[in-house]
């Protein structure tokens, strides 16, 4: 069993940034993939950012390309979330997830084997 635990939430101005940590417990968090993922008021969770095993390899929805980054830190068993460039629109709550299977497939949230709680962002115009 993983425990998943996002920190770093909280109210920025447009234009911002903001950096979120995902602490995950156990000693296999660096064989799984992770993915961030958020879902804002009245609408569906949406993917957000992947990462590999090694985090040699990352993925972002078209919105946050060149705005986000995603990271780990492997020896820290956390994964980062950096976050650019703030809109409105990124208002949500973020959550971290695990993949056990390392399947390839950041996008779909059925992916995922474990989640973490979220914590809220929001960014104000």
């Known amino acids: 069993q993983v425990q998943l635990v996002e920190s770093g939430g909280g109210l920025v101005q447009a234009g911002g940034s903001m950096r979120l940590s995902c602490a995950a417990s156990?000693?296999?968090?660096?064989?799984?993939?992770m993915g961030w993922f958020r879902q804002a008021p009245g609408k569906e969770r949406e993917f957000v950012a992947g990462?590999?095993?090694?985090?040699?390899?990352?993925y972002y929805v078209d919105s946050v390309k060149g705005r986000f980054t995603i990271s780990r830190d492997n020896a820290k068993n956390t994964v980062y979330l950096q976050m650019n460039s703030l809109k409105p629109e990124d208002t949500a709550v973020y959550y971290c997830a695990a993949d056990r299977q390392n399947s390839g497939t950041y996008y779909y949230a059925l992916t995922y084997d474990y989640w973490g709680q979220g914590t809220q962002v929001t960014v104000s115009s």
């Open positions: 990462i590999n095993w090694s985090g040699s390899s990352t």
């Open positions: 156990g000693r296999t968090f660096s064989t799984y993939a």
